[in-house]
C-alpha cells in the first residue's frame, strides 16, 4: 500500500508542468502552492493599530499598578492619556479607508476587518472621546481605584474602536461585549456608593437582555445563511429559501431589538437615566458619547451591509422607534425639577434619549433610498459628540461645591465663572439647534432633509414638533446660568483643559459646519 501510494504521488509530480517560483527552483513546493488554498491569513498591523495599542495599553497600564506606590498612581492616566493620542495618530495613515485584513483565503472574498471611511471616522470619534473622558477623571480618581479604572476604561476603548471595523456577526458581538462589559465596572466602581451600585446592576441586566436577544437574532441569520460575514449574508438573504424566510426576518428583528437596547431607543430606554446618575460623572460622560456610537456603528453596520434585503422589516421598525425616542426622552426631559438632587445630569440623560432617536432617524431613511443617508448620522454623532462632552465637562466642574448637580446649583454661573457659563450656553444652544451653535443647527437641518428625502415626511413633522419641546429646557437651563451668583468653583487643569478643547471643537465646526457635514453627502463604506 504504501509503495503504491509513493509511486502515484511520484507519478503526479513528474507529468506536472514545470511551473518553478522565481528564485527557488523548487517545482514540487510551487505545484502545491498553487494548487493548495492558503489557510494562513495576513494581517495588517497598521490597520489594526488604534483597538490593538489601546488594549495593550490598558494591559501596561493594570501591571504598572501594581508597582507604582500611591504617590505616584496619577501617572497612570496621563500614561493613558498619551494612549489613546497615540493611537488617535495612527488614524492619521489611514485616512484613506481601503485597508482590509483578516479575510477569508478559500473561496469568496470576505474579510473580517475593515478599515474603511466609516471605520475611521467612527474611531475618531471614540478614540477622542475616551481622551476627553479621562481629562475629565483625572482629579476624580483619588477616591477611586485608579489602576482598575483606567484599566477598564482603556479596555472598553478598544472594544469601541473596534467596533466599527467588524465584518462579521461574531467579531461584532465580542467588541459590543469587549465595550460594554468593563462599562459595568466603571459605572459601579464607587465602593460603598448604593447608588452607584444599583445604576451598575440595572446596566447589567439591561445589556445582559440586549445581548442575550441580539445573540438568538445572530443564530437565526447564521441558520438562515451559514455565513457570519457581513457581505456574504446580504448576498445570501436576496435568495433565502422560502422555508428560511420566516426565520430570517426573526433573526433580523431580533438581532436589531439587541441593539436597540445599546442604542437607548424606546422602549429599550429605561436603564439610562439610574445609570448615568449613579455613575461617576466621567463615566456618564463617556456612556453617553462612546457608548450610543458603539451601538449605532453596530446598528448601521448590521442594517445597511448585512440586512439590505429585508429594509421593509427594519426600515419602518427604526422610524417607529425614532419618532418614539425623540419624544419620550424630551417629554422626560421637561418634567425635570430644578431642585432635585443630580437633576442636571438626570435632564443630560434624557437628553441623550432624546439625541437617540434624531441619530436614528438617517438610519431608517436609508431603506427607504440610499446608504449615503447614514453619513447624516455620522455627522450629527461628531457634533452631538463634542457639546455633549463639553456639558459634562462644565457639570463636573460645577459638581466640585455643589455634589447635587441641581439645575438650581447653575444659577448665576456666569457671575462666577463666566466663561464656564459661556461654554455651557453654548453647548446647550447646540443641542437645541440655535445660534450661535451653528453646528448644532446644520446638524439638525441634515437630518430632517434625510427623512424628507426618502419620504418620511410623518417622521420630519415629528421631529421638528421635538425640536420645538427641547427648546423650552435648553433656554431654560441656560437662562438659569444668568441669574444672581452663589459661590465660585475652582477649576483644576484638567477639567479646563477638556472645555476649553470642546468649546474650541464647538466653535471650529460652527465656523466650518462644513469639516463634519461632508460626511452626509458620500457613501463611507
Not at 494591559?59 to 492619556?81: C, E, M, Q, W
Not at 471616522?121 to 475629565?136: D, E, M, P, R
Not at 444672581?484 to 483644576?492: H, K, L
Amino acid at each position: 500500500m504504501t509503495a503504491d501510494l509513493s509511486t502515484t504521488a511520484t507519478s503526479l509530480l513528474a507529468h506536472a508542468p514545470a511551473t518553478t517560483a522565481p528564485g527557488t527552483g523548487d517545482t514540487a513546493g510551487s505545484l502545491v502552492a498553487a494548487d493548495v488554498p492558503s489557510v494562513v491569513q495576513s494581517i495588517d498591523w497598521l490597520a489594526i493599530a488604534p483597538p490593538t495599542l489601546t488594549a495593550l495599553a490598558a494591559l501596561v497600564v493594570l501591571v504598572a499598578d501594581l508597582f507604582l506606590p500611591a504617590h505616584r498612581k496619577r501617572l497612570l492616566g496621563y500614561a493613558t492619556l498619551t494612549a489613546l493620542a497615540a493611537a488617535l495618530v495612527f488614524l492619521i495613515p489611514l485616512r484613506s479607508g481601503d485597508r482590509s485584513t483578516f479575510c477569508v483565503t478559500t473561496g469568496a472574498q470576505a474579510c473580517s476587518y475593515t478599515a474603511d471611511h466609516f471605520t475611521v471616522v467612527i474611531q475618531a470619534l471614540v478614540l477622542g472621546g475616551a481622551f476627553l473622558t479621562v481629562l475629565l477623571s483625572l482629579d476624580d480618581t483619588r477616591k477611586l481605584p485608579a489602576g482598575e479604572y483606567w484599566f477598564l476604561l482603556l479596555a472598553s476603548a478598544s472594544g469601541a474602536a473596534l467596533l466599527p471595523a467588524s465584518r462579521d456577526l461574531a467579531t461584532l458581538v465580542v467588541a459590543l461585549e469587549v465595550a460594554s462589559l468593563p462599562a459595568f465596572a466603571l459605572v459601579g466602581i464607587k465602593r460603598g456608593d448604593r447608588r452607584s451600585s444599583e445604576a451598575a446592576l440595572k446596566f447589567f441586566l439591561s445589556s445582559v437582555v440586549a445581548t442575550a436577544v441580539m445573540l438568538l437574532g445572530v443564530s437565526f441569520v447564521y441558520a438562515a445563511t451559514g455565513t457570519l460575514h457581513l457581505t456574504e449574508i446580504a448576498d445570501r438573504l436576496d435568495d433565502v429559501s422560502p422555508a428560511l424566510d420566516t426565520l430570517a426576518k426573526t433573526g433580523v428583528a431580533l438581532t436589531l431589538v439587541g441593539f436597540a437596547f445599546k442604542t437607548a431607543a424606546a422602549p429599550f430606554h429605561f436603564w439610562v437615566p439610574d445609570t448615568y446618575v449613579g455613575a461617576p460623572l466621567p463615566i456618564a460622560a463617556y456612556l453617553s458619547v462612546v457608548g450610543k456610537a458603539v451601538g449605532f456603528s453596530g446598528l448601521i453596520l448590521v442594517t445597511v451591509i448585512a440586512f439590505p434585503s429585508y429594509a421593509d422589516v427594519w426600515g419602518p421598525a427604526l422610524a417607529v422607534l425614532a419618532a418614539l425616542t425623540m419624544t419620550v426622552g424630551n417629554v422626560a426631559a421637561l418634567r425635570q425639577n430644578a431642585t432635585r438632587a443630580r437633576s442636571a445630569v438626570r435632564l443630560l440623560a434624557w437628553s441623550s434619549v432624546a439625541q437617540a432617536g434624531y441619530l436614528l432617524v438617517p438610519i431608517a431613511a436609508a431603506a427607504y433610498s440610499s446608504d449615503e443617508q447614514i453619513g447624516s448620522t455620522v455627522a450629527y454623532a461628531l457634533m452631538y459628540a463634542v457639546v455633549n462632552l463639553g456639558a459634562f465637562a462644565v457639570a463636573a466642574l460645577v459638581a466640585r461645591t455643589h455634589p447635587g448637580n441641581r439645575l438650581s446649583d447653575y444659577r448665576g454661573l456666569y457671575a462666577t465663572r463666566p466663561l464656564a457659563a459661556l461654554a455651557l450656553g453654548f453647548f446647550l444652544l447646540c443641542l437645541a439647534g440655535l445660534p450661535p451653535g451653528i453646528i448644532g443647527l446644520f446638524a439638525k437641518v441634515t437630518v430632517f432633509s434625510a427623512a424628507v428625502d426618502a419620504g418620511l415626511g410623518w417622521l420630519a413633522v415629528v421631529m421638528a414638533v421635538n425640536v420645538v419641546i427641547a427648546l423650552y429646557y435648553y433656554l431654560q437651563w441656560t437662562a438659569i446660568l444668568f441669574r444672581a451668583p452663589d459661590g465660585a468653583p475652582r477649576a483644576p487643569t484638567p477639567l479646563t483643559t477638556a472645555i476649553v478643547l470642546t468649546s474650541a471643537a464647538g466653535i471650529l465646526l460652527s465656523g466650518v459646519p462644513q469639516a463634519v457635514l461632508r460626511f452626509a453627502a458620500v457613501s463611507l463604506f
